[in-house]
């Protein structure tokens, strides 16, 4: 049985990292995700882990890469404008499949913008922040249950398909405290990654397989392999050949679509008989629920789609949404980054409208439910 505890979301993903057998951070403070860093370096000794303050954020997602690369979970976490410095990195990591997780308590900006308060403006960032056409998992907790539960599974995508998962949280989210369930020793799956059991003169590091990756030996071990930023055949030297690269991109697209069942991770309430959907993640999906409890009440056919898996995008059933009500309505602090992404997806199916801040205030149920109300009755 699970054991219950009171924590505040930052402390969630940081316990939910654990849980997941993380034993390498290394990061650089900033608001407001620098409470998992505090709570890091206490916790990570105590599990024979290694925290690690670095000179900035770059170094940082250097620093997590090179851990990874000798064989152990390893995460950091920002805001916004540290997240733009660990974009090349990033990039890196995506181009030479090293697992790691890179959490992002978002907050308003650009620029140093507004520190305390809460945002959701790098959802187009986590998806192309960084260069080249590439694929991303990137998860949007929306509660503190969430924060743990989802850290818990951006390490299983990050080992499993052996990409960097960004945990695309928010000030709300990370301040918040809730009662909790958290699994005690022994009861939570944890995935371990894979290693090679083959020789190492037949191993390949990068094998262009369809749909998977191949295991990776940790550094030292016996598996002598190179590590490039350039694109590279399956040992990992680099290659012009056009065949080898239209085989690389297969390998690293499919790995991600052909597993969709497994990676997109959303919540439905009340979307059966919805005449009008509410479409949201992160903290704003706080709001929208209580909003459906409200509009319920007073006989509106309102229902929510709460995404947790916003990166990739998951089309179909946006897509089928889209075809079985007459609105939908996204309730998001920037001003249309994930709605855009509907409307290219609902393809003028039913009207997709936003309710969008972004001066640091919540998106309340009240405005919600206002804008339900323009063209939804009890009648609906």
């Known amino acids: 049985m699970p054991r219950f505890e009171v924590m505040h979301g930052n402390q969630a993903i940081a316990e939910g990292a654990i849980a997941a057998g993380c034993r390498f951070y290394a990061g650089y403070p900033i608001t407001p995700s620098t409470e998992i860093a505090e709570i890091l370096s206490d916790r990570l000794p105590e599990v024979d882990g290694v925290f690690v303050q670095m000179e900035d954020e770059i170094a940082s997602m250097a620093a997590i890469i090179g851990a990874s690369l000798g064989g152990t979970k390893s995460a950091t976490a920002t805001s916004g404008p540290g997240f733009s410095l660990m974009q090349e990195n990033l990039g890196f990591a995506i181009g030479s ?200 009440e007073q006989g509106i056919r309102l229902g929510l789609l709460k995404l947790q898996t916003i990166w990739p995008f998951p089309e179909a059933r946006v897509r089928a949404l889209a075809q079985g009500c007459r609105r939908i309505i996204v309730p998001e602090l920037n001003f249309g980054q994930l709605r855009a992404e509907i409307e290219r997806v609902a393809a003028g199916a039913t009207p997709v409208e936003g309710i969008n801040k972004a001066d640091g205030t919540q998106i309340t149920p009240g405005e919600i439910l206002e804008v339900v109300r323009r063209k939804t009755g009890p009648e609906a």
């Not at 479409?279 to 709001?287: C, D, F, L, R």
Request: aromatic content about 8%; charged content about 25%; some cysteine.
């Open 97 to 296: 499949e090293i697992p790691c997780v890179v959490i992002n308590v978002q907050r308003v900006g650009p620029s140093t913008g507004l520190p305390t308060k809460a945002a959701q403006g790098d959802v187009m960032q986590a998806r192309w922040g960084t260069h080249g056409d590439h694929p991303i998992i990137a998860l949007s907790p929306g509660s503190v249950q969430d924060c743990f539960d989802l850290t818990v599974k951006a390490f299983e995508f990050s080992e499993k398909y052996r990409t960097p998962v960004i945990v695309l949280a928010d000030a709300m989210v990370s301040a918040l405290e809730e009662r909790i369930a958290v699994p005690c020793t022994g009861e939570l799956a944890v995935y371990e990654r894979p290693r090679p059991t083959g020789s190492p003169q037949d191993y390949l590091p990068f094998a262009f397989t369809r749909g998977g990756v191949a295991p990776l030996a940790p550094f030292g071990e016996g598996y002598r392999y190179h590590v490039t930023g350039l694109l590279h055949d399956e040992r990992g030297y680099p290659t012009e050949d056009s065949a080898l690269a239209s085989r690389w991109w297969e390998h690293m697209h499919s790995k991600i679509d052909d597993n969709l069942d497994d990676i997109l991770l959303y919540e439905e309430r009340h979307l059966d008989d919805a005449e009008v959907a509410l479409i949201a993640y992160g903290g704003t999906a706080m709001a929208a629920d209580r909003a459906v409890s409200l509009a319920r």
